[in-house]
């Protein structure tokens, strides 16, 4: 089931999720309202708050290139992390972020390269996964969200204030 999408500036957002203990069906349900809701969205990263859950259960599915140019999200390319840990990083990465709930705003953001993280599935197995790529940015980008914090926390002084003047006009425009 799709849910409605948290947006900015929203105090929800700032919310330090919790910890999951129980790996039942409910959890199940959230996993897939949120792979329901980040597809309608053509998101390819969801953190349980921006569906206004507290929980510390983040999905990513990055679009594969098919041959015809059309990109591609199948389910069992998502990858669904409950209480991740951040236990090795290095290096320094800049790319462009964007975020569902602050929708339409791009910006190159500073990152570690290479993250090492240890999670458990949806079953409550540990798992760990690495890398020094895009996934690497998503997984930052969302374990962020766990901890109540965004993207455009990360901008400096300058561009953020441009940033909040550009998300006024844009919101008195969308009312
Ligand atoms: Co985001």
Partial sequence: MVRD?????????KVVSKEVTSFDSELHTLLDDMYDTMI??????LAAIQIAVPKRVLIINIPLDDENGKDEQPRENTLEIINPVIVEKSGINR??????SVPG???NIER????QIEYQDRYGK??????????????????DHLNGKLFIEKLSFIKRKKFEKEWKKRRKNTL
Wanted: hydrophobic fraction near 35%; proline fraction near 2%; aromatic fraction near 8%.
């Fill in 95 to 100: 790319h462009q972020e964007g975020c569902l």
């Fill in 112 to 115: 570690a390269k290479y993250v």
């Fill in 126 to 143: 540990k798992c760990k996964i690495e890398d020094d790529g895009f996934l690497s940015i998503a997984l930052q980008h969302e374990i």
């Fill in 105 to 107: 705003i791009y910006e």
């Fill in 5 to 13: 999408i948290v947006i900015y500036p929203d105090k929800r957002l």
């Fill in 40 to 45: 309608s969205k053509k998101g390819v990263g």
